[in-house]
C-alpha cells in the first residue's frame, strides 16, 4: 500500500512570510497527526484529527498556525505569518485506529524541511 | 502529564556487539510504549510496542524491547549490533489523557552509531 504522502519536500521562506504543508495519508486511515520536529528534538505533536475532527491542538500555535482536513482525507497545516523559530521538520503520519482502537502505530510521511530566513 | 525520557543523546557500539538505548516514562495509568527509528531525510519507522502481556517485545530488524513496569522504562536492545542499524531512535509514550483519547509523547531521540 502506498504510504504517507506529503509536499513539498523542502521550503525556504523569509519571516512574516506565508506557507503551506500538504499530506495524503495512507487510505483508510482515520487518524491523522501533524508534528513539528526542531532540530535535536523529539516530534512535538501540534494537531490531531479524527476524521475530520480535531480531537488535540493543545500544542498548536494558533495565531499563526492553522490546519484542516476537509472531508477526512487530505490535511494542510498552514503557518502566517512565519517566524525564525518555526524552522522545522513537519511531519505527517496517519494511524488506522479510531477513539476506541488505541493500540496502532503511525505512519509517518517523509516530512516537509521547512527554513525561515 | 505524561513524559518520556532518552538519557543518552548518542550511543555508540562496535558493529557484531550487543546494543542497548533507553527509555524511561512517566504516565498516569497503564501506558502504551513505542520505539520509531528515523533514516537520514526520511520519516519516523514503526519498529515496536508494548500494549500488555509479555514484557519482552520483539520488533523489525531483530530489535526487541523489555517493559519494566517497577523501573518504568522501555529499553530497545539487539543482541548483534549492525552498521545499518545506525540512525535515530525515538521512544514513544500513548496513554489516556483527560480528555479520554490516547496522546503520544515522543522522547528527544537517541543517535545509534555502530562502529564497522
Known amino acids: 500500500e502506498a504510504g504517507v504522502a506529503q509536499s513539498p519536500r523542502y521550503k525556504i521562506i523569509e519571516k512574516r512570510q506565508s506557507v503551506a504543508f500538504w499530506c495524503n495519508p495512507i487510505?483508510?486511515?482515520?487518524?491523522l497527526y501533524w508534528y513539528q520536529q526542531i532540530l535535536g528534538q523529539g516530534p512535538k505533536l501540534l494537531i490531531q484529527?479524527?476524521?475530520?475532527?480535531?480531537?488535540?491542538d493543545s500544542q498548536l500555535p494558533k495565531d499563526r498556525f492553522s490546519a484542516e482536513r476537509l472531508k477526512g482525507v487530505d490535511s494542510t497545516l498552514k503557518i502566517q505569518p512565519a517566524k525564525l523559530e518555526d524552522s522545522a521538520v513537519y511531519l505527517c503520519?496517519?494511524?488506522?485506529?479510531?477513539?476506541?482502537?488505541?493500540?496502532?502505530?503511525?505512519?509517518f510521511g517523509p516530512g516537509t524541511r521547512l527554513t525561515v530566513l | 502529564a505524561q513524559s518520556v525520557a532518552q538519557p543518552e543523546d548518542q550511543v555508540n557500539v562496535a558493529e557484531g556487539n550487543p546494543l542497548t538505548v533507553k527509555c524511561t516514562y512517566s504516565v498516569s495509568g497503564n501506558p502504551y510504549l513505542f520505539w520509531y527509528v528515523q533514516y537520514p531525510n526520511r520519516g519516523l519507522q514503526f519498529l515496536l510496542k508494548y500494549i500488555t502481556g509479555d514484557n519482552l517485545v520483539k520488533g523489525s530488524y531483530g530489535f526487541e524491547a523489555e517493559f519494566n513496569k517497577s523501573q518504568t522504562s522501555f529499553h530497545l536492545k539487539k543482541p548483534s549490533a549492525l552498521v545499518s542499524d545506525s540512525a535515530l531512535y525515538f521512544c514513544a509514550v500513548r496513554a489516556p489523557n483527560s480528555g479520554g483519547y490516547q496522546k503520544v509523547t515522543f522522547g528527544t531521540g537517541t543517535k545509534l552509531q555502530v562502529i564497522p
Open positions: 484529527f479524527q476524521n475530520n475532527g480535531v480531537v488535540d
Open positions: 487510505s483508510g486511515h482515520a487518524t
Open positions: 503520519a496517519s494511524s488506522s485506529g479510531g477513539l476506541s482502537l488505541r493500540y496502532n502505530e503511525q505512519f
